[in-house]
Nanobody, 117 residues
């Protein structure tokens, strides 16, 4: 059982900022791409951002310029810094890791982000 432990969600006002964190097992984190998806009620999960083991990021068009993904290899943790938040960013955010060796995806339990005045 692979555990991805997320933290940092919560309520925030429009224009505000949040930082999400996700800690993964060291052996998986070091070698693999890790990122964040989000899911609106009744909808499928969509990619928000991901970062490769080499530190190369990719972002969904809807978040470019407002959200930054980073990883701390010493802490086995990936971060999602979200700025200038909008009500449409309200969703459950899931950390995900792709284990290339086993061709297996893993997800965290999800953390709710609510952007509202």
């Amino acid at each position: 059982q692979v555990h991805l432990v997320e933290s940092g969600g919560g309520p925030v006002q429009p224009g505000g900022s949040l930082r999400l964190s996700c800690k993964a097992p060291e052996d998986l984190f070091r070698l693999n791409t890790i990122g964040w998806d989000r899911q609106y009620p009744g909808k499928q999960r969509d990619m928000v951002a991901l970062i490769t083991s080499a530190g190369s990021p990719t972002y969904a068009d809807s978040v470019k310029g407002r959200i930054t993904i980073s990883r701390d290899n010493a802490k086995n943790t990936v971060y999602l810094q979200m700025n200038s938040l909008k009500p449409e960013d309200t969703a459950v955010y899931y950390c995900n890791l792709y284990d290339a060796y086993d061709s297996q995806y893993y997800w965290g339990q999800g953390t709710q982000v609510t952007v509202s005045s």
